[in-house]
């Protein structure tokens, strides 16, 4: 068996574990990430898979040395929310930010991402990569944690998980967990308008949940349309026009019919949240901390956030030469990311439920409540500017980067 010593130890390599290590590129810290994909199977293809990067994520990601926009990226200049059979509406314009990129975010193929980010780890010289598979055990000590696979033995100060939440590491070290299932599962597909709409992202209401159209290259868009399971069970196995009819059927009332479509595939929607101790010497990034409903794309984005405050944590750690899985260092990354996390999740839990309720008091109810914020220029700017990643709690402020005038952080 053999035997690496790390300072680091990163279970996953997706974009938030990649986004991690380009955030160390500059510390003295030895970094291992450890792909902890079953060995032996081929991944599911990712090629209908979107990102929707805010705003404030673009930022961090050209700090982190990425070019921007990613290849066959698309800008969201406007989104458009909306409520089934009710006129109300909110309209909101990157115009509303004053922000030099002249966007709210955009969306990129995930993939696109992830191979991005793969290149960009071609300057991180203290970084090594293993794909050891499933992670078999793990045993805690004073000043290390060893993680055990068949032929592998890793020793580490800190291990950061950043495996999506599905590498099993929550039975493995007994992590606290709250969540539920949504009872829903999310149909995506990307699909064509009749005529081009560039530059529009709709959000749409619907009994069953949100459907949301994020606009891609070539003039389409990405769907996101969250049913109840047996709906999306039979909408996969639609004909291609008989998707395009009930989905017609649904749409918002600004997009223009939709006239192509491409495969489709279905994903479980549930929210949880995971969380260790601080003296268990683990750190939870991205959907590994928390998973959340798709509404309003902020998954990546707060993922992102947790893996540039933990690296610059750890950044401040190394140069004052104290141990990178030290009690008071994870309490204060637990500390500075609780803000964004809570407000992030109850707004996409709330904003869920609440439009989701098919009861006419609150039916009227959310459609006054659209038609007055789409008149209340404060309201709309706050609400693109969260949205946008650009607004955020003071508490969550990442240490050791600094805000001017258009980097609110």
């Known amino acids: 068996m053999r035997t690496l010593s790390a300072d680091l130890a990163i279970l996953g390599d997706g974009p938030v574990a990649r986004s991690l290590v380009l955030a160390l590129a500059d510390s003295p810290l030895h970094v291992v990430m450890l792909d902890t994909s079953p060995l032996g199977q081929s991944r599911p293809s990712q090629a209908d898979r979107t990102v929707a990067l805010a705003l404030g994520s673009r930022r961090l990601l050209c700090r982190l040395g990425l070019t921007m926009p990613l290849t066959g990226a698309a800008a969201i200049q406007i989104v458009q929310i909306t409520q089934q059979g009710i006129s109300g509406q909110v309209r ?44 078999q055990t793990l045993q805690w000590f004073p000043d290390r944690v060893q993680l055990d696979w068949p032929d592998l033995r890793v020793e580490t100060a800190l291990v950061v998980v950043a495996d999506g939440g599905h590498g099993g590491l929550a039975r493995l070290a007994a992590l606290q967990r709250m969540g539920w299932d ?109 998973t959340l409903h798709p509404l309003a794309g902020q998954g990546y984005n707060l993922g992102l956030r947790d893996a540039v405050t933990l690296a610059a944590l750890l950044r401040e750690a190394a140069a004052r030469g104290n141990d990178p899985g030290e009690a008071s260092l994870l309490r204060d990354y637990a500390r500075i990311r609780r803000r964004d996390r809570l407000e992030t999740i109850v707004f996409t839990e709330t904003m869920n439920r609440l439009f989701s309720s098919p009861r006419l008091p609150l039916r009227l109810m959310r459609a006054t409540a659209l038609t007055l914020l789409d008149q209340i220029p404060f309201g709309k700017r706050e609400l693109a500017a969260r949205l946008a990643g650009v607004h955020l709690p003071a508490q969550s402020a990442i240490p050791d980067f600094s805000m001017d005038e258009h980097h609110v952080f």
């Open 92 to 135: 909101l314009e990157h115009s509303l930010l004053n922000a030099p990129e002249r966007r709210l975010g955009e969306v990129a193929g995930l993939e696109t991402l992830n191979e991005a980010l793969a290149l960009s780890l071609a300057r991180c010289s203290r970084l090594q990569q293993e794909s050891p598979g499933p992670l």
């Open 182 to 290: 949504h009872n829903r599962h999310a149909v995506i597909a990307t699909v064509t308008p009749r005529q081009p709409l560039p530059g529009v992202a709709f959000e749409h209401f619907l009994e069953s949940g949100p459907l949301a159209f994020l606009p891609i290259g070539n003039h389409q868009f990405s769907i996101v349309w969250s049913l109840r399971p047996g709906d999306a069970s039979r909408i996969l196995d639609h004909s291609d026009a008989a998707f395009l009819e009930a989905l017609n059927r649904q749409r918002p009332p600004h997009l223009p019919p939709l006239t192509l479509t491409g495969p489709r595939s279905v994903h479980p929607l549930f929210f949880q949240r995971l969380w260790a101790e601080p003296n268990q010497r683990l750190a939870l990034v991205g959907n590994a901390a928390q």
